[in-house]
C-alpha cells in the first residue's frame, strides 16, 4: 500500500507539472480540480484526495464544482502539498511524505531545506546541467557493482529510507544536479590568492606532537612455574643486547602520536630506535614493544595544510555567495506555501 501511495504521489505531481506552462513567473488563481482517465484529484482546504472517476469534460467538472460538500466522493487520504515552486522551468511540488522522510543520503532536512534543493535544480534545469536517464542508470548500477548487490537488494536499500526505486533515480538525479549548479555558481569562484594562504600559515602556526612509529609482540611464558623466573631474565636480557635463543613475532608497526599513549607504556617515549623494552606480563605472556621510527615535534609545513586552509579561507566567501545565490533564486520563483 505504502509503494502504491508513493506511485499516486508521483503521479499527481506529473499532472500538476502538465497543467502549468513552463514559462509561468506568476501565480495566478488555479481551478481546484483537475480531471483526469481513472484519477480525480481534489485539492482541497486540509488535502489531496485521490478517487476512481471517470474522464469528465470542462463543462461537467464546472459543474461537479457547483455541487455541495456533502455529495463529493469518499476517497482515501494519500498525501498532502505542503508546496508549490513555480519557476522559469516549470514546477516544483513538495509533499508531506517529503517533508516526513530523509534525504536518499540519509541526512535530515527543513522544509527550508528542500525549497532550496528544488529551486537550485530548477536552475540547473535552466542551464541544462540535469543528468539524463543514462547517467543515473550508469551510476546505480556502479553502486551495484562496488557493493555486490542486485537490483532487487537495492531496491530493498532504497525502500528502508522511505524511496521506490524510480523515487530514489529521480532523487540522485535532483542532488547531480544542485551539486553541478553550486560548482558552476559558486565553487568555480572561490579563488584563494597564494599569498592570502601563506599569510595565513605565518599567522596561524600548527605544532606537531611527537609521533612514535612502534611495534608489539607477546613471550608465551613456559608451562612449569619453576622455569618462568629464569625465561624472564633470558627475555629481559634478550631486549638489552639482542642474544638468546629469544624469537619474538612482531606486529605490523604502527603510528602514535605522545598524548595518546597511556601513562603506563610513557617509556616509549625515552628509548632509542631500534630499542626493545618490556611492558608488562600478561594472560597472553611478556609484552615487549620496539621502537622502529619518530618523529620530533616540528611545525607543521604549508605544503600539509595548504588543503586546510584554503578550505578555512574559502569558508566565508562560500557563505556570502550562498546567501546572495539563495536571494537569487527566491526572487526569480514563485513559492506557494499550502
Not at 502539498?81 to 517533508?99: A, F, N, R
Not at 590568492?193 to 613456559?222: G, M, N, W
Request: aromatic content about 8%; charged content about 30%.
Amino acid at each position: 500500500m505504502k509503494s502504491l501511495h508513493k506511485k499516486v504521489t508521483l503521479f499527481l505531481c506529473v499532472v500538476s507539472l502538465s497543467s502549468v506552462s513552463a514559462k509561468t513567473t506568476h501565480v495566478k488563481k488555479q481551478d481546484a480540480s483537475v480531471a483526469v482517465k481513472d484519477v480525480k484529484v481534489v485539492n482541497s482546504k486540509d488535502a489531496l484526495v485521490a478517487v476512481s472517476q471517470p474522464i469528465k469534460t470542462s463543462h461537467s467538472v464546472k459543474k461537479e464544482k457547483q455541487k455541495n460538500k456533502a455529495d463529493l466522493p469518499n476517497g482515501d487520504l494519500i498525501d498532502k502539498i505542503e508546496v508549490t515552486i513555480y519557476g522559469d522551468e516549470g514546477v516544483q511540488i513538495i509533499t508531506k511524505s517529503d517533508l516526513e522522510r530523509l534525504s536518499i543520503d540519509g541526512q535530515e532536512r527543513t522544509k527550508e531545506d528542500i525549497i532550496l534543493e528544488r529551486l537550485m535544480f530548477l536552475d540547473a534545469q535552466k542551464m541544462h546541467m540535469v543528468q539524463g536517464d543514462e547517467a543515473v542508470d550508469a551510476y546505480l548500477n556502479n553502486i551495484q557493482r562496488e557493493h555486490n548487490m542486485n537490483k532487487e537488494q537495492l531496491e530493498y536499500l532504497f525502500a528502508n529510507s522511505g524511496y521506490s526505486y524510480e523515487e530514489a533515480r529521480e532523487q540522485l538525479r535532483i542532488l547531480y544536479a544542485v551539486n553541478a549548479i553550486v560548482d558552476f555558481k559558486i565553487r568555480s569562484r572561490l579563488i584563494v590568492p597564494e599569498q592570502d594562504v601563506v599569510a595565513y600559515y605565518k599567522s596561524h602556526p600548527v605544532k606537531l606532537q611527537p609521533t612514535y612509529q612502534i611495534q608489539r609482540a607477546v613471550v608465551s611464558l613456559p608451562v612449569d612455574q619453576a622455569e618462568q623466573a629464569a625465561f624472564k631474565k633470558e627475555v629481559e636480557l634478550w631486549c638489552q643486547t639482542g642474544k638468546g635463543d629469544i624469537v619474538p613475532v612482531w606486529d605490523e608497526p604502527f603510528w602514535i602520536e605522545k598524548g595518546d599513549i597511556a601513562e603506563s607504556k610513557k617509556f616509549i617515549t625515552t628509548m632509542h630506535i631500534g630499542a626493545c623494552a618490556i611492558s608488562s606480563e600478561t594472560d597472553e605472556g611478556i609484552e615487549l614493544f620496539k621502537l622502529a621510527d619518530k618523529k620530533e615535534e616540528r611545525d607543521q609545513s604549508i605544503e600539509e595544510r595548504y588543503r586546510e586552509i584554503t578550505d578555512i579561507l574559502r569558508r566565508p566567501k562560500y557563505e556570502e555567495l550562498l546567501t546572495d545565490y539563495k536571494k537569487q533564486l527566491r526572487e526569480s520563483a514563485s513559492i506557494v506555501y499550502l
